[in-house]
């Protein structure tokens, strides 16, 4: 019976799989984490599916710029099985200072070539192109900003090169940077 199960190596399915076999002991658990910036580590609970574990995640993240924090974790543990084999990581992420805005709510998951702001009105963000997986995208949404890059490095000097600009139109001229002043609005509050 276990050996049939092989697949349940893979992620998701396996909990639909379980969901399906009513009464059987629960055998898989999906713990999402944060890491504070002095390491202090806060657990966001226990879930025995992965969606919930990501919602519950993605909602502690919008209220990231509350808190500084270092990393994020989504980790999935198989039960009643002794040492680090029990453990998968499934995914992590990197927080570090957002180069539009400034606050350190950009979440880095350096795996996957995608990062993202959870900031509060900006969603500056950074993905691996789906047609040209050799291009990497970068954008601001509150002003359509669209780049395209060669490396991830290049896509986060392009976001700091908007954000740069953003500061300084901010301090000339006022009436071509309402997106400026959206973003502070959204900042004092
Ligand atoms: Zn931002």
Request: charged residues 25%; proline residues 3%.
């Amino acid at each position: 019976m276990l050996k049939q199960n092989g697949h349940l190596n893979k992620r998701i399915h396996t909990i639909d799989w379980f969901k399906g076999t009513m009464g059987e002991p629960l055998q898989r658990v999906f713990v999402p984490s944060v890491t504070e910036d002095d390491g202090g580590s806060i657990g966001l609970g226990c879930f025995s599916s992965e969606d919930t574990a990501w919602q519950v995640l993605r909602a502690f993240l919008k209220k990231s710029e509350q808190m500084l924090l270092q990393a994020c974790s989504v980790v999935v543990w198989d039960v009643d099985i002794v040492g680090d084999e029990a453990m998968t990581v499934l995914s992590s992420m990197e927080c570090k200072d957002c180069p539009v805005c400034g606050r350190r709510t950009f979440w880095i998951d350096v795996d996957n070539f995608s990062a993202l702001c959870h900031g509060t009105a900006c969603s500056a963000w950074i993905e691996e192109n789906t047609v040209d997986p050799e291009i990497i995208d970068c954008g601001w949404p509150t002003i359509r900003f669209l780049k395209q890059n060669k490396s991830i490095e290049e896509a986060v000097e392009s976001l700091f090169k908007l954000g740069d600009r953003l500061k300084s139109a901010g301090e000339s001229r006022m009436d071509e940077v309402r997106a400026q002043s959206l973003l502070e609005e959204q900042t004092n509050d």
